[in-house]
């Protein structure tokens, strides 16, 4: 059965780092591209971060460049989101997700182009 569990979330205040961890099981791990979404209250979900099979191609939401970092480790079936010098309006909560590799991109960066998605964590940044 296919499980993305996300973890690494809590409370923190503006200014501090969080590392958020996916880890993945019930498919080839390496035969998709990553995402890390989220979704803050009354709020559209919206892509975070991206990453391809290899961890070779990488996109960022302009609201995160230069502050988070998405990387991945295919022999542990993982996927990270490293973030720096939080701030409140990145409160939401943060989602892991799986698309398909089929080599026509290295990554996606639309949610209806993922085909599993995790439970979730909350990141709560206070001022």
């Known amino acids: 059965q296919v499980e993305l569990v996300e973890s690494g979330g809590g409370s923190v205040q503006a200014g501090d780092s969080l590392r958020l961890s996916c880890e993945a099981s019930?498919?080839?791990?390496?035969?998709?591209?990553m995402g890390w979404f989220r979704q803050a209250p009354g709020k559209e979900r919206e892509i975070v971060a991206a990453?391809?099979?290899?961890?070779?191609?990488?996109y960022y939401a302009d609201s995160v460049q230069g502050r988070f970092t998405i990387s991945r480790d295919n022999f542990k079936d993982t996927m990270y989101l490293q973030m720096t010098s939080l701030r409140p309006e990145d409160t939401a909560a943060y989602y892991c997700a799986a698309a398909w590799n089929d080599g026509a991109f290295p990554y996606r960066v639309t949610q209806e182009e993922y085909a599993y998605w995790g439970q979730g964590t909350q990141v709560t940044v206070s001022s």
């Open positions: 019930g498919f080839r791990f390496s035969s998709y591209s």
């Open positions: 990453i391809s099979w290899n961890g070779g191609r990488l």
